[in-house]
Protein backbone atom coordinates (compact mmCIF):
# COMPACT_ATOMS: atom_id res chain seq x y z
CA UNK A 1 0.00 0.00 0.00
CA UNK A 2 1.57 3.84 -1.24
CA UNK A 3 1.82 6.11 2.12
CA UNK A 4 -0.21 8.39 0.56
CA UNK A 5 -2.97 6.09 0.83
CA UNK A 6 -3.18 5.83 4.33
CA UNK A 7 -3.98 8.14 7.53
CA UNK A 8 -1.08 8.84 9.90
CA UNK A 9 -0.81 11.04 13.54
CA UNK A 10 -2.89 13.97 13.39
CA UNK A 11 -3.93 12.98 9.96
CA UNK A 12 -7.23 15.32 10.77
CA UNK A 13 -5.08 18.79 9.65
CA UNK A 14 -1.13 16.98 8.96
CA UNK A 15 -2.08 14.68 5.96
CA UNK A 16 2.00 14.29 5.36
CA UNK A 17 5.70 14.72 6.20
CA UNK A 18 8.62 15.47 3.95
CA UNK A 19 12.50 15.80 4.52
CA UNK A 20 14.62 16.25 1.98
CA UNK A 21 18.35 16.50 1.70
CA UNK A 22 20.22 18.33 -1.03
CA UNK A 23 23.97 16.74 -1.81
CA UNK A 24 26.12 17.67 -5.04
CA UNK A 25 29.18 15.84 -6.36
CA UNK A 26 32.71 17.43 -5.85
CA UNK A 27 34.35 17.48 -9.49
CA UNK A 28 31.38 18.21 -11.33
CA UNK A 29 29.94 21.66 -12.07
CA UNK A 30 25.99 22.02 -10.95
CA UNK A 31 23.44 20.84 -12.99
CA UNK A 32 22.40 24.01 -14.69
CA UNK A 33 26.03 24.44 -15.98
CA UNK A 34 26.76 20.88 -17.05
CA UNK A 35 26.91 19.31 -20.21
CA UNK A 36 24.38 16.74 -21.62
CA UNK A 37 27.39 13.97 -21.22
CA UNK A 38 28.58 14.81 -17.71
CA UNK A 39 24.73 15.10 -16.79
CA UNK A 40 24.70 11.55 -18.01
CA UNK A 41 28.01 10.73 -16.24
CA UNK A 42 27.07 11.71 -12.66
CA UNK A 43 23.33 10.39 -13.55
CA UNK A 44 25.19 6.87 -14.33
CA UNK A 45 27.41 7.17 -10.96
CA UNK A 46 24.61 7.90 -8.59
CA UNK A 47 22.37 5.57 -9.41
CA UNK A 48 25.26 3.16 -9.45
CA UNK A 49 25.94 3.94 -5.62
CA UNK A 50 22.20 4.15 -5.07
CA UNK A 51 21.82 0.69 -6.68
CA UNK A 52 23.94 -0.79 -4.49
CA UNK A 53 22.46 0.71 -1.14
CA UNK A 54 20.84 -2.97 1.15
CA UNK A 55 17.99 -1.01 1.69
CA UNK A 56 16.87 -0.24 -2.04
CA UNK A 57 17.73 -4.21 -2.95
CA UNK A 58 15.33 -5.20 0.02
CA UNK A 59 12.62 -2.61 -0.99
CA UNK A 60 12.66 -2.61 -5.12
CA UNK A 61 13.56 0.76 -6.39
CA UNK A 62 12.75 1.76 -9.98
CA UNK A 63 14.53 3.98 -11.93
CA UNK A 64 13.37 6.00 -14.66
CA UNK A 65 15.50 8.66 -16.89
CA UNK A 66 13.22 11.44 -17.41
CA UNK A 67 14.41 11.85 -21.37
CA UNK A 68 12.68 8.24 -21.64
CA UNK A 69 9.54 8.84 -20.10
CA UNK A 70 6.18 9.96 -21.74
CA UNK A 71 5.11 13.58 -20.81
CA UNK A 72 1.96 12.04 -18.90
CA UNK A 73 3.56 10.02 -16.92
CA UNK A 74 6.39 12.37 -15.69
CA UNK A 75 3.39 14.94 -15.04
CA UNK A 76 1.65 12.20 -12.90
CA UNK A 77 4.80 12.00 -10.85
CA UNK A 78 4.51 16.01 -10.04
CA UNK A 79 0.72 15.06 -8.93
CA UNK A 80 1.59 12.51 -6.20
CA UNK A 81 4.64 14.78 -5.35
CA UNK A 82 7.81 12.41 -6.34
CA UNK A 83 9.37 14.67 -8.58
CA UNK A 84 9.97 18.23 -8.62
CA UNK A 85 8.00 20.29 -11.77
CA UNK A 86 11.62 21.12 -12.95
CA UNK A 87 12.79 17.90 -13.16
CA UNK A 88 9.44 16.76 -14.60
CA UNK A 89 10.36 19.00 -17.63
CA UNK A 90 12.77 16.28 -18.95
CA UNK A 91 15.92 16.23 -20.28
CA UNK A 92 19.29 14.02 -20.54
CA UNK A 93 20.94 12.79 -17.68
CA UNK A 94 17.84 13.81 -15.39
CA UNK A 95 16.87 10.97 -13.16
CA UNK A 96 14.47 9.43 -10.74
CA UNK A 97 14.88 6.46 -8.28
CA UNK A 98 11.28 5.41 -6.34
CA UNK A 99 10.56 2.93 -3.71
CA UNK A 100 8.02 0.44 -4.36
CA UNK A 101 5.90 1.68 -1.80
CA UNK A 102 6.51 5.79 -3.44
CA UNK A 103 7.72 7.16 0.08
CA UNK A 104 11.57 7.62 -0.85
CA UNK A 105 12.28 9.19 -4.44
CA UNK A 106 15.33 10.43 -5.05
CA UNK A 107 16.21 12.69 -8.39
CA UNK A 108 19.03 13.12 -9.48
CA UNK A 109 20.53 16.27 -12.19
CA UNK A 110 17.72 18.44 -10.54
CA UNK A 111 18.93 21.74 -9.70
CA UNK A 112 21.10 19.45 -7.43
CA UNK A 113 22.55 16.20 -8.28
CA UNK A 114 21.12 14.43 -5.56
CA UNK A 115 18.03 15.28 -3.78
CA UNK A 116 16.70 12.83 -1.80
CA UNK A 117 13.20 13.02 -0.44
CA UNK A 118 11.49 10.65 2.40
CA UNK A 119 7.38 10.96 2.73
CA UNK A 120 5.34 9.68 5.20
CA UNK A 121 1.43 9.88 6.07
CA UNK A 122 0.95 12.03 9.41
CA UNK A 123 3.17 14.20 11.58
CA UNK A 124 5.82 11.64 11.29
CA UNK A 125 9.00 14.28 10.53
CA UNK A 126 11.29 12.11 12.87
CA UNK A 127 10.77 8.96 10.83
CA UNK A 128 10.99 10.79 7.50
CA UNK A 129 14.47 12.27 8.95
CA UNK A 130 15.95 8.85 9.95
CA UNK A 131 15.25 7.55 6.57
CA UNK A 132 16.47 10.34 4.39
CA UNK A 133 19.65 10.57 6.71
CA UNK A 134 20.17 6.91 7.00
CA UNK A 135 20.55 7.00 2.81
CA UNK A 136 22.45 10.34 2.65
CA UNK A 137 25.12 9.03 4.90
CA UNK A 138 25.13 5.60 2.88
CA UNK A 139 26.20 8.04 -0.66
CA UNK A 140 27.88 10.35 1.29
CA UNK A 141 30.43 7.13 1.91
CA UNK A 142 30.32 6.16 -1.89
CA UNK A 143 30.27 9.27 -3.62
CA UNK A 144 32.60 12.49 -3.49
CA UNK A 145 29.79 14.61 -1.79
CA UNK A 146 30.65 18.39 -1.90
CA UNK A 147 31.47 19.42 1.66
CA UNK A 148 33.16 22.70 3.22
CA UNK A 149 34.44 22.74 7.09
CA UNK A 150 33.17 26.11 7.29
CA UNK A 151 29.89 26.16 5.51
CA UNK A 152 28.71 22.83 5.45
CA UNK A 153 26.94 20.73 2.31
CA UNK A 154 27.80 22.72 -0.94
CA UNK A 155 24.56 23.17 -2.86
CA UNK A 156 23.56 24.63 -6.48
CA UNK A 157 21.43 27.56 -4.37
CA UNK A 158 23.00 29.61 -1.32
CA UNK A 159 19.82 28.82 0.66
CA UNK A 160 20.25 25.26 0.78
CA UNK A 161 23.60 25.74 1.41
CA UNK A 162 24.84 24.16 4.96
CA UNK A 163 22.77 21.01 6.28
CA UNK A 164 21.11 21.08 2.50
CA UNK A 165 17.64 20.22 4.60
CA UNK A 166 13.96 20.89 3.87
CA UNK A 167 11.32 19.82 6.14
CA UNK A 168 8.01 20.17 5.15
CA UNK A 169 4.63 19.02 5.87
CA UNK A 170 1.42 18.95 3.84
CA UNK A 171 -1.66 20.38 6.05
CA UNK A 172 -5.41 20.92 6.10
CA UNK A 173 -6.24 24.00 7.18
CA UNK A 174 -10.46 25.03 6.04
CA UNK A 175 -10.61 26.38 8.90
CA UNK A 176 -8.02 29.29 8.80
CA UNK A 177 -8.66 29.80 5.32
CA UNK A 178 -11.97 30.16 5.86
CA UNK A 179 -12.07 33.10 8.54
CA UNK A 180 -9.29 34.59 6.89
CA UNK A 181 -6.69 33.74 9.05
CA UNK A 182 -4.49 32.28 6.02
CA UNK A 183 -2.29 35.62 5.29
CA UNK A 184 -1.72 36.95 8.68
CA UNK A 185 -0.24 33.63 9.59
CA UNK A 186 2.18 32.98 6.57
CA UNK A 187 3.29 37.24 7.23
CA UNK A 188 4.41 35.28 10.72
CA UNK A 189 5.38 32.50 9.60
CA UNK A 190 7.79 34.13 7.06
CA UNK A 191 8.86 36.50 9.33
CA UNK A 192 9.97 33.19 11.43
CA UNK A 193 11.84 31.92 8.76
CA UNK A 194 9.28 29.59 7.74
CA UNK A 195 7.44 28.99 4.01
CA UNK A 196 3.93 28.59 3.34
CA UNK A 197 3.10 26.97 -0.27
CA UNK A 198 0.83 25.90 -2.45
CA UNK A 199 -0.25 22.31 -2.90
CA UNK A 200 2.27 21.41 -5.48
CA UNK A 201 4.85 23.16 -3.68
CA UNK A 202 7.25 26.14 -5.04
CA UNK A 203 5.16 28.59 -7.08
CA UNK A 204 2.38 26.61 -7.08
CA UNK A 205 -1.05 27.55 -5.62
CA UNK A 206 -3.81 26.38 -2.59
CA UNK A 207 -6.29 23.84 -3.80
CA UNK A 208 -8.44 22.34 -1.33
CA UNK A 209 -7.44 24.47 1.46
CA UNK A 210 -4.09 22.25 1.48
CA UNK A 211 -1.04 24.34 2.24
CA UNK A 212 2.81 23.01 2.39
CA UNK A 213 4.62 24.24 5.59
CA UNK A 214 8.41 24.22 5.86
CA UNK A 215 12.17 25.31 6.90
CA UNK A 216 13.68 27.92 4.85
CA UNK A 217 17.47 28.20 7.41
CA UNK A 218 19.94 25.58 6.58
CA UNK A 219 23.00 27.56 6.80
CA UNK A 220 24.32 27.41 10.82
CA UNK A 221 22.34 24.91 12.70
CA UNK A 222 22.05 21.78 13.03
CA UNK A 223 19.53 19.40 10.90
CA UNK A 224 18.42 18.15 14.54
CA UNK A 225 18.09 21.94 15.05
CA UNK A 226 16.08 22.56 12.25
CA UNK A 227 13.84 19.68 13.22
CA UNK A 228 12.95 20.98 16.53
CA UNK A 229 12.02 24.39 15.64
CA UNK A 230 9.76 23.43 12.41
CA UNK A 231 8.19 20.67 15.14
CA UNK A 232 7.55 23.25 17.07
CA UNK A 233 6.03 25.59 14.80
CA UNK A 234 3.53 22.65 12.85
CA UNK A 235 2.42 21.82 16.53
CA UNK A 236 1.39 25.31 17.15
CA UNK A 237 -0.69 25.91 13.40
CA UNK A 238 -1.90 22.18 14.35
CA UNK A 239 -3.69 23.54 17.64
CA UNK A 240 -4.82 26.53 16.00
CA UNK A 241 -6.57 24.83 13.17
CA UNK A 242 -8.57 22.51 15.51
CA UNK A 243 -9.51 25.57 17.77
CA UNK A 244 -11.12 27.63 14.39
CA UNK A 245 -12.47 24.14 13.42
CA UNK A 246 -14.63 23.70 16.71
CA UNK A 247 -15.49 27.54 16.91
CA UNK A 248 -16.11 27.49 13.37
CA UNK A 249 -19.00 24.73 13.54
CA UNK A 250 -20.35 25.82 17.18
CA UNK A 251 -21.32 29.07 15.32
CA UNK A 252 -22.92 27.46 12.46
CA UNK A 253 -23.64 23.98 12.66
CA UNK A 254 -26.57 23.52 10.23
CA UNK A 255 -24.30 25.49 7.53
CA UNK A 256 -21.45 23.32 7.92
CA UNK A 257 -23.11 20.25 7.31
CA UNK A 258 -24.71 21.59 4.41
CA UNK A 259 -21.53 22.46 3.02
CA UNK A 260 -20.22 18.69 3.60
CA UNK A 261 -23.39 16.87 2.34
CA UNK A 262 -23.74 19.37 -0.82
CA UNK A 263 -19.71 18.46 -1.34
CA UNK A 264 -20.58 14.82 -1.42
CA UNK A 265 -23.69 14.86 -3.50
CA UNK A 266 -21.56 16.70 -6.21
CA UNK A 267 -18.75 14.02 -5.96
CA UNK A 268 -21.05 11.39 -5.99
CA UNK A 269 -23.41 12.42 -8.96
CA UNK A 270 -21.47 15.18 -10.85
CA UNK A 271 -20.70 14.03 -14.75
CA UNK A 272 -17.96 16.61 -15.16
CA UNK A 273 -15.60 17.78 -12.69
CA UNK A 274 -12.38 20.23 -12.80
CA UNK A 275 -9.19 18.97 -10.49
CA UNK A 276 -9.77 22.60 -8.50
CA UNK A 277 -13.36 21.87 -7.91
CA UNK A 278 -12.60 17.95 -6.57
CA UNK A 279 -10.16 19.49 -4.38
CA UNK A 280 -12.75 21.84 -3.22
CA UNK A 281 -15.28 19.24 -2.45
CA UNK A 282 -13.02 16.58 -1.40
CA UNK A 283 -11.97 19.44 1.34
CA UNK A 284 -15.22 20.06 2.66
CA UNK A 285 -15.40 16.18 3.09
CA UNK A 286 -12.07 15.84 4.89
CA UNK A 287 -13.39 18.84 7.47
CA UNK A 288 -16.50 16.70 7.73
CA UNK A 289 -14.96 13.53 9.07
CA UNK A 290 -12.70 15.94 11.47
CA UNK A 291 -15.65 17.08 12.92
CA UNK A 292 -16.78 13.42 13.43
CA UNK A 293 -20.28 13.93 12.04
CA UNK A 294 -19.47 12.79 8.36
CA UNK A 295 -18.45 8.96 8.42
CA UNK A 296 -20.12 8.08 5.08
CA UNK A 297 -16.29 8.14 3.51
CA UNK A 298 -12.92 7.91 5.50
CA UNK A 299 -9.48 9.80 5.02
CA UNK A 300 -7.97 7.30 3.28
CA UNK A 301 -10.28 6.90 0.56
CA UNK A 302 -10.01 10.59 0.03
CA UNK A 303 -6.49 10.81 0.22
CA UNK A 304 -6.46 7.95 -2.95
CA UNK A 305 -8.95 10.20 -4.98
CA UNK A 306 -6.55 13.14 -4.33
CA UNK A 307 -3.43 10.84 -5.70
CA UNK A 308 -5.13 10.30 -8.72
CA UNK A 309 -7.22 13.03 -10.12
CA UNK A 310 -5.29 15.74 -11.21
CA UNK A 311 -4.88 15.94 -15.36
CA UNK A 312 -2.18 13.52 -15.79
CA UNK A 313 -3.46 11.16 -12.88
CA UNK A 314 -6.67 11.00 -15.06
CA UNK A 315 -4.88 10.60 -17.81
CA UNK A 316 -2.95 8.23 -17.38
CA UNK A 317 -5.91 6.37 -15.78
CA UNK A 318 -7.72 6.53 -19.07
CA UNK A 319 -4.25 5.40 -20.82
CA UNK A 320 -4.70 8.30 -23.75
CA UNK A 321 -4.39 12.04 -24.09
CA UNK A 322 -8.16 14.08 -23.14
CA UNK A 323 -8.85 17.07 -24.27
CA UNK A 324 -9.73 19.16 -20.89
CA UNK A 325 -13.76 18.41 -21.42
CA UNK A 326 -12.70 14.75 -21.30
CA UNK A 327 -10.56 15.21 -18.60
CA UNK A 328 -13.35 16.50 -16.37
CA UNK A 329 -15.70 13.61 -17.88
CA UNK A 330 -13.29 10.83 -16.97
CA UNK A 331 -12.21 12.44 -13.95
CA UNK A 332 -15.69 12.49 -12.42
CA UNK A 333 -16.05 8.91 -13.60
CA UNK A 334 -13.31 8.20 -11.96
CA UNK A 335 -14.09 9.55 -8.58
CA UNK A 336 -17.58 8.05 -8.55
CA UNK A 337 -16.09 4.67 -9.15
CA UNK A 338 -13.38 5.82 -5.85
CA UNK A 339 -16.20 6.51 -4.10
CA UNK A 340 -17.91 3.05 -4.33
CA UNK A 341 -15.31 0.83 -4.20
CA UNK A 342 -12.10 2.92 -2.68
CA UNK A 343 -9.57 -0.40 -3.41
CA UNK A 344 -10.70 0.43 -7.45
CA UNK A 345 -8.59 3.34 -9.36
Known amino acids: MSWYTQCGKDGDVILSSRVRL ?13 TNDKK ?69 NEEDHIRIQVMD ?14 IAVFLENHLPVAFS ?3 GFLTACPTNTGTGMRASVM ?13 PMIDGLSQAGFT ?10 STGNLYQLSNRI ?17 EEVLDLERKLRKELFDSNPDKIRDMVYRSYGELL ?49 KGEVLSVRLQEIHRAEMIRRILSDPSSR
Do not use: W
Open 22 to 34: ARDLEGYAFPHGM
Open 196 to 205: VRGYLGEHSM
Open 149 to 151: DQY
Open 218 to 234: TLGITEKNVLLSFKRMV
Open 269 to 317: YARMMTDTEAMKRISDLRLGIALGFFSEQNEETLSRLAAFIGPAGVQKD
Open 171 to 183: VHLPALTMLGRMQ
Open 40 to 108: MEARDRIVDAITAMPSVRSEKFVTLNMDLLPEPDRFALVEKHLISEDLSKGGPGLGVCISKDESVSIMI
Open 121 to 134: CGFSLDRAYRKAEE
